[in-house]
């Protein structure tokens, strides 16, 4: 069954390749979604697809070396709009609502 998950990372979280790697995790998955820099200093990220491949995504991220980085993560599940496509590293102001 098909999942929508928004996550919000806090933390030292910008200016330390977080984006791009999360990008590169996703892309080597079966998920589809963005993740973007928010004006606040946080990540966020929007992903669909199964779940138990969101959960394989959100376990990579906290293998790798931005754990260290991360305060504290906020995540909220949604119902899927299956309008993504593709996994990409967004800019906030066009991707305010995630579609």
Known sequence: MRKRL?????GTVQGV?????VARLARGLPV????WNRRD??????VE???SAITQLLDRVRATHL???????DAA?????????GFVIAWEEKFP???
């Open 6 to 10: 928004r996550v919000i990372y806090s």
């Open 17 to 21: 390749g977080f984006r791009a790697t």
């Open 32 to 35: 589809e979604g963005a993740v």
């Open 41 to 46: 200093g946080r990540v966020e990220l929007l």
């Open 49 to 51: 697809g199964e779940e």
């Open 67 to 73: 754990a260290p980085w991360i305060e504290s993560i």
């Open 77 to 85: 599940w949604e119902e899927p709009t299956g309008k993504l496509r």
């Open 97 to 99: 609502s995630g579609d």
